[in-house]
């Protein structure tokens, strides 16, 4: 069985056909970034930033986190796992793209980088399905083609939100 992609991917939040006024790369100071409200993991594993945080201070930050501008800094839009381990580690600049970014794609990015890791918990991920929902409008069938998972599986996914709470913890 093959694997499908998930979704539209980074790619909604960053593609070829985006202009220079729209992304840009740059440099930014750490402590300018916020991290992203609407982001779906509510867990990060310490052990695993420290480890991030020893291979950020030995390689630097490699690949770009994704930021928006909000007020006078920057939200995170992806990457919150290396912008956490660069605070870490020291690390007083990373390099970002800066882009222009509606609410809802925030989530969307955020949500299909987890999914393409595979480790987001299932009710972590059924929480951000029913926020997609509630916030932003969405049907189940929108979210199915947005992550790339099948409508039944959102639905399914969104029935764990249904257990008791001692039980979803």
């Given at each position: 069985m093959t694997k499908r992609g998930l979704g539209k991917g980074l790619g909604?939040?960053?593609?070829?056909?985006?202009?220079?006024?729209?992304?840009?790369?740059?440099?930014?100071?750490?402590?300018?970034?916020?991290?992203?409200?609407?982001?779906?993991?509510?867990?990060?594993?310490?052990?695993?930033?420290?480890?991030l945080a020893e291979s950020l201070k030995e390689h630097g930050v490699v690949q770009p986190v994704i930021v928006r501008p909000s007020g006078t800094g920057y939200e995170l839009l992806v990457g919150e796992r290396r912008w956490r381990a660069a605070q870490m580690a020291g690390i007083k600049a990373i390099p970002a793209v800066i882009r222009e970014a509606?609410?809802?794609?925030?989530?969307?990015?955020?949500?299909?980088?987890?999914?393409?890791?595979?480790?987001?918990?299932?009710?972590?991920?059924?929480?951000?399905?029913?926020?997609?929902?509630?916030?932003f409008g969405l049907t189940q069938e929108e979210i199915s083609q947005k992550v790339g998972k099948s409508r039944s599986a959102v639905a399914n996914a969104l029935r764990l939100l249904q257990l008791p709470v001692e039980v979803q913890a």
């Open positions: 909604a939040l960053i593609t070829s056909s985006v202009s220079a006024e729209q992304a840009r790369q740059e440099m930014i100071p750490v402590d300018s970034i916020s991290p992203n409200p609407l982001q779906p993991r509510k867990k990060f594993k310490e052990e695993s930033l420290e480890e509606e609410a809802s794609q925030c989530l969307e990015g955020a949500l299909v980088e987890n999914l393409h890791r595979d480790d987001l918990n299932g009710i972590e991920e059924a929480t951000a399905y029913r926020q997609l929902m509630e916030d």
